[in-house]
């Protein structure tokens, strides 16, 4: 994609995130007769970022650059959605198996997707990482840990 | 002296001695490791500081941006590749005289230098900061909101390649901070029906979407592209190349001075940060200089302008905020935040409702100084050697779960994490398309003091937006703000190639 065809994309999108900007200010309630209320600033915006987005197709159409993209980092579709799964998964996770299982989980799955082989050294690493982890945030912070099917602490409970 | 009473109360406080070294440590370690900065360190470590009384927790943050632009350095000079933007003229001579087997005279200047930048900056800040307050003390609603949309149009044109997407950048940033109840009338606002929104989007998990994520989602493309930092030392250790000579510290003096003084009031210009202030530094002291040609040889000098010029960038970068409530870097809007939770309002103010808190903060800066510099001048070889044996593979996958972590812990919600992730993805599109990360945060910051002094300006006034151009301190920073704008459109226009 050449230089210009981007930028003027960049300014569409832009474009399309202050009409929604825009509707979403129009969606506050307000007083009629408050012409300063709570929907004034949201408004305002909404109109300069549609402004701006015009503005920057209209100076994409008009001053061309001539470097494409080709020097810039590829795009990695697979490797980014691999990365906002894991955090996703997470956050599920999280919530039905707890704290260390998910980071032990989670933090092996990260550990792959940055090219480290998958060898003893590498599950030693993420199972003292993942009991790190545990004992810094949950057991010395108190970060609420919200376990219901594995807490840790339950675990010890029991045994203990 | 108001600055002995700030160290009174500062040793006062073991806790905050305590992690003003802890600071100074992580500072110049994380600083020290490629593509980390010191405002991801402070975004992942602002939820420890919930737990902290207000000196402790502002100390612990404002020192790890000190030493974290210090460290930068070691990167720079050991593996050519900037740990901080700010360090990135620092290579030019710092890793030529590494590969000639001077890295420790290399990391001595830089020491040096960043010590004597930082101690000008904190002096200028220490005693211009009460003089600038005591005037701005008496601005209202129109004053400040001229200041506001100043600092926007500032921040927005200058701190990125291209003026339209910065601009565009701080709009996103402010329309972003009106989400939630509107703080005048109660009313929801862009909420979706979305009872998590209500009260609004919360500043850590945007900054840990923003820096962490983001960073994390770049350095995993550049594994796969084969162009991963590696962070195999470059240095040939040679015991005699490692002191700085007593004539070389002499022949720094004036560079270093004068290149605190360019880094300085950079400084207290909003949005012009680090890296900016070192390459300007270092390029006029070349352009001085009567040994041009050796200059990105392995010069002590070319080392000295731009570790001074960076680290003086910190303390003058903290004026705006604590004048006039408007921070001008990203580290000074995080701060905002940590103050807010405290209960402390930002302002001219401060100086009085909060005096010994503020110098007491000022006392931990200098004191941060002293410790990064003795932690560098005796130990940065070691640090560099240490991270050069610790793969960034391993490094980002526990960088991505202490973010997850920050963001939860926060407020134990996972809708924070979620939004992390979601910022997380919005913040490697602003990379990927040249919008400005940092103008983002800082008018995502801004912007609700802004709306109210705008509001509270309306409903003072006779002659409705008029008020602005009827005051002429409010005119003058409106002008201000337009003068750099056309400044820095006229410089656009006149090299035909660069983005506008």
Same mark, same amino acid.
């Given at each position: 994609?050449?230089?210009?065809?981007?930028?003027?994309?960049?300014?569409?999108?832009?474009?399309?995130?202050?009409?929604?900007?825009?509707?979403? @200010?129009?969606?506050?309630?307000?007083?009629?007769?408050?012409?300063?209320?709570?929907?004034? @600033?949201?408004?305002?915006?909404?109109?300069?970022?549609?402004?701006?987005?015009?503005?920057?197709?209209?100076?994409?159409?008009?001053?061309?650059?001539?470097?494409?993209?080709?020097?810039?980092?590829?795009?990695?579709?697979?490797?980014?959605?691999?990365?906002?799964?894991?955090?996703?998964?997470?956050?599920?996770?999280?919530?039905?198996?707890?704290?260390?299982?998910?980071?032990?989980?989670?933090?092996?799955?990260?550990?792959?997707?940055?090219?480290?082989?998958?060898?003893?050294?590498?599950?030693?690493?993420?199972?003292?990482?993942?009991?790190?982890?545990?004992?810094?945030?949950?057991?010395?912070?108190?970060?609420?840990?919200?376990?219901?099917?594995?807490?840790?602490?339950?675990?010890?409970?029991?045994?203990? | 002296?108001?600055?002995?009473?700030?160290?009174?109360?500062?040793?006062?406080?073991?806790?905050?001695?305590? /992690?003003?070294? *802890?600071?100074?440590?992580?500072?110049?370690?994380?600083?020290?490791?490629?593509?980390?900065?010191?405002?991801?360190?402070?975004? +992942?470590?602002?939820?420890?500081? /919930?737990?902290?009384?207000? *000196?402790?927790?502002?100390?612990? =943050?404002?020192?790890?941006?000190?030493?974290?632009?210090?460290?930068?350095?070691?990167?720079?000079?050991?593996?050519?590749?900037?740990?901080?933007? %700010?360090?990135?003229?620092?290579?030019?001579?710092?890793?030529?005289?590494?590969?000639?087997?001077?890295?420790?005279?290399?990391?001595?200047?830089?020491?040096?230098?960043?010590?004597?930048?930082?101690?000008?900056?904190?002096?200028?800040?220490?005693?211009?900061?009460? !003089?600038?307050?005591?005037?701005?003390?008496?601005?209202?609603?129109?004053?400040?909101?001229?200041?506001?949309?100043?600092?926007?149009?500032?921040?927005?044109?200058?701190?990125?390649?291209?003026?339209?997407?910065?601009?565009?950048?701080?709009?996103?940033?402010?329309?972003?901070? *009106?989400?939630? $109840?509107?703080?005048?009338?109660?009313?929801?606002?862009?909420?979706?029906?979305?009872?998590?929104?209500?009260?609004?989007?919360?500043?850590?998990?945007?900054?840990?979407?923003?820096?962490?994520?983001?960073?994390?989602?770049?350095?995993?493309?550049?594994? %796969?592209? %084969?162009?991963?930092?590696?962070?195999?030392?470059?240095?040939?250790? &040679?015991?005699?190349?490692?002191? $700085?000579?007593?004539?070389?510290?002499?022949?720094?003096?004036?560079?270093?001075?004068?290149?605190?003084?360019?880094?300085?009031?950079?400084?207290?210009?909003?949005?012009?940060?680090?890296?900016?202030?070192?390459?300007?530094?270092?390029?006029?002291?070349?352009?001085?200089?009567?040994?041009?040609?050796?200059?990105?040889?392995?010069?002590?000098?070319?080392?000295?302008?731009?570790?001074?010029?960076?680290?003086?960038?910190?303390?003058?970068?903290?004026?705006?905020?604590?004048? *006039?409530?408007?921070?001008?870097?990203?580290?000074?809007?995080?701060?905002?935040?940590?103050?807010?939770?405290?209960?402390?309002?930002?302002?001219?103010?401060? /100086?009085?409702?909060?005096?010994?808190?503020?110098?007491?903060?000022?006392?931990?800066?200098?004191?941060?100084?002293?410790?990064?510099?003795?932690?560098?001048?005796?130990?940065?070889? !070691?640090?560099?050697?240490?991270?050069?044996?610790?793969?960034?593979?391993?490094?980002?996958?526990?960088?991505?779960?202490?973010?997850?972590?920050?963001?939860?812990?926060?407020?134990?919600?996972?809708?924070?994490?979620?939004?992390?992730?979601?910022?997380?993805?919005?913040?490697?599109? +602003?990379?990927?398309?040249?919008?400005?990360?940092?103008?983002?945060?800082?008018?995502?910051?801004? %912007?609700?003091?802004?709306?109210?002094?705008?509001?509270?300006?309306?409903?003072?006034? &006779?002659?409705?937006?008029?008020? /602005?151009?009827?005051?002429?301190?409010?005119?003058?920073? =409106?002008?201000?703000?337009?003068?750099?704008?056309?400044?820095?459109?006229?410089?656009?226009?006149?090299?035909?190639?660069?983005?506008?």
């Amino acid at each position: 994609m050449t230089q210009t065809l981007r930028d003027a994309a960049v300014g569409g999108f832009v474009m399309a995130c202050g009409a929604l900007f825009l509707f979403q @200010a129009r969606m506050i309630d307000t007083d009629p007769d408050d012409p300063f209320g709570p929907k004034l @600033a949201p408004t305002i915006i909404a109109g300069l970022t549609i402004g701006f987005g015009l503005l920057q197709v209209l100076v994409a159409m008009l001053r061309p650059g001539t470097a494409d993209d080709a020097a810039t980092q590829p795009f990695r579709p697979l490797l980014f959605c691999s990365v906002i799964g894991a955090g996703v998964a997470y956050i599920f996770l999280f919530q039905f198996v707890g704290y260390l299982i998910s980071t032990l989980v989670v933090l092996t799955g990260m550990l792959l997707l940055f090219r480290n082989r998958f060898s003893g050294r590498l599950m030693v690493t993420a199972v003292l990482g993942a009991l790190v982890y545990h004992v810094v945030f949950i057991e010395l912070m108190n970060v609420h840990d919200p376990a219901s099917l594995l807490s840790f602490r339950n675990i010890l409970n029991w045994v203990g | 002296m108001d600055i002995l009473d700030g160290f009174a109360f500062l040793f006062s406080n073991p806790v905050a001695l305590l /992690f003003v070294g *802890l600071a100074a440590i992580i500072g110049i370690v994380v600083g020290a490791l490629p593509g980390l900065t010191a405002a991801a360190a402070i975004a +992942m470590l602002l939820p420890v500081t /919930f737990y902290l009384d207000p *000196l402790s927790a502002l100390a612990f =943050l404002y020192v790890i941006g000190k030493s974290g632009r210090f460290g930068g350095s070691i990167a720079a000079i050991l593996f050519n590749t900037p740990g901080t933007a %700010a360090s990135a003229a620092t290579m030019i001579d710092g890793y030529p005289m590494a590969q000639s087997g001077k890295a420790g005279k290399a990391l001595k200047t830089a020491t040096v230098a960043s010590v004597t930048g930082d101690i000008c900056g904190e002096l200028i800040l220490i005693f211009g900061a009460v !003089f600038i307050a005591s005037y701005t003390v008496r601005f209202g609603p129109p004053e400040y909101f001229s200041i506001y949309i100043m600092a926007f149009v500032v921040i927005g044109s200058v701190i990125g390649k291209s003026i339209i997407r910065g601009i565009l950048s701080t709009l996103f940033g402010a329309f972003i901070s *009106l989400i939630g $109840l509107d703080p005048i009338t109660g009313e929801s606002r862009m909420t979706m029906d979305s009872l998590e929104l209500e009260s609004g989007l919360s500043l850590v998990p945007l900054l840990i979407g923003i820096f962490v994520v983001t960073e994390v989602l770049v350095q995993i493309e550049a594994k %796969a592209a %084969a162009t991963f930092s590696r962070m195999e030392g470059g240095a040939q250790r &040679d015991p005699d190349a490692d002191r $700085l000579t007593f004539a070389e510290f002499r022949r720094c003096i004036p560079v270093m001075l004068r290149s605190s003084a360019v880094g300085s009031f950079i400084g207290m210009m909003p949005g012009l940060g680090s890296s900016v202030a070192c390459f300007v530094a270092y390029g006029e002291e070349k352009r001085r200089a009567k040994n041009k040609a050796e200059w990105g040889t392995g010069i002590v000098e070319g080392v000295a302008a731009p570790e001074s010029a960076n680290n003086a960038v910190s303390g003058p970068s903290m004026i705006p905020l604590l004048t *006039l409530g408007v921070p001008g870097s990203t580290i000074a809007a995080i701060l905002v935040g940590v103050f807010l939770i405290h209960g402390i309002q930002v302002g001219p103010n401060i /100086f009085t409702t909060s005096h010994d808190l503020v110098f007491g903060l000022f006392a931990a800066g200098l004191l941060g100084i002293v410790l990064y510099g003795l932690i560098g001048y005796f130990g940065a070889p !070691f640090i560099g050697r240490l991270i050069g044996h610790v793969s960034p593979s391993v490094i980002y996958p526990f960088i991505f779960l202490t973010a997850f972590i920050a963001a939860y812990s926060a407020r134990s919600s996972l809708f924070d994490v979620g939004v992390a992730l979601a910022f997380g993805v919005v913040g490697y599109l +602003m990379r990927r398309f040249d919008f400005s990360a940092p103008a983002f945060i800082i008018a995502f910051v801004l %912007a609700k003091g802004a709306e109210e002094a705008f509001r509270q300006s309306l409903l003072l006034s &006779d002659n409705g937006m008029l008020i /602005f151009v009827e005051r002429p301190v409010s005119v003058a920073f =409106l002008l201000v703000g337009v003068a750099v704008v056309g400044v820095r459109m006229i410089g656009v226009l006149r090299k035909p190639k660069t983005e506008i």
